[in-house]
Every structure is written in C-alpha cells, then in structure tokens.
C-alpha cells in the first residue's frame, strides 16, 4: 500500500512539473493546445502523463518537432531539482538510456 501512496505522490509531482514548465514556456492557451494534441492523437490524458511518460515524449516530440528536446530537457532540470537531486545521469546509468524517457522512468522509481 505504501509503495502505491509513493508512486501517486510522484507521478503527482511529475505532472504538477510538467505542466509547469509548459505554462512558463507555451503560456495557458498554448499549453492547453498540447494537452488536446496529447489527447487526441496519442490517446494520453493529462493524469496519465506520468505513468505513461514515454507516450507524452513521443507526442511532445511530434507536436514540436526539434523543440521538444529543449522542453525535455527543462522537464527534467525541475524534476531533479524539486527532488533535491543533482545531475548525475551518466553515473548512474549506461549511455544506452540517457534519452528523456529513461530519465524519468528511473526518476519515478527513485522517488
């Protein structure tokens, strides 16, 4: 039961991140837009994003193309930073998953 309370509590603290950082960069509107694309066209709701994280990137990156690395990238800049955590990817972990999605499924089975 426990470890089920620890996952709600960050796949709440990935989403809260996530749609932060899409209203600091995109604004309301724009935001908003991103999440029906998500919707729409992935099948992904916006309480889903964070148990289905490789679905959100694969969106993000067909909605932005080239940009969404920038996002990703300010993605998990916040999350670590919310989580008190420095950057320590390639210590921890092979070349071989230092993409976003890799990032943030060993950030949520850390957290």
Do not use: P, W
């Not at 991103?34 to 679905?55: F, N, P, R, T, W």
């Amino acid at each position: 039961m426990e470890t089920l309370v620890q996952q709600t509590k960050a796949d709440d603290r990935v989403a809260r991140v996530i749609d932060r950082v899409l209203k600091q960069v995109f604004g309301e509107q724009a935001t908003s837009l991103i999440y029906s694309h998500l919707e729409q066209d992935h099948g992904l709701k916006h309480d889903e994003i964070a148990e289905k994280i490789d679905v959100f990137a694969e969106g993000l990156e067909e909605f932005l193309r080239s940009g969404a690395y920038v996002i990703e990238q300010k993605i998990l800049k916040d999350i670590y930073s919310s989580c008190g955590l420095l950057r320590r990817l390639e210590l921890e972990r092979g070349n071989s998953e230092a993409d976003f999605v890799g990032q943030m499924k060993l950030l949520m089975q850390r957290a």
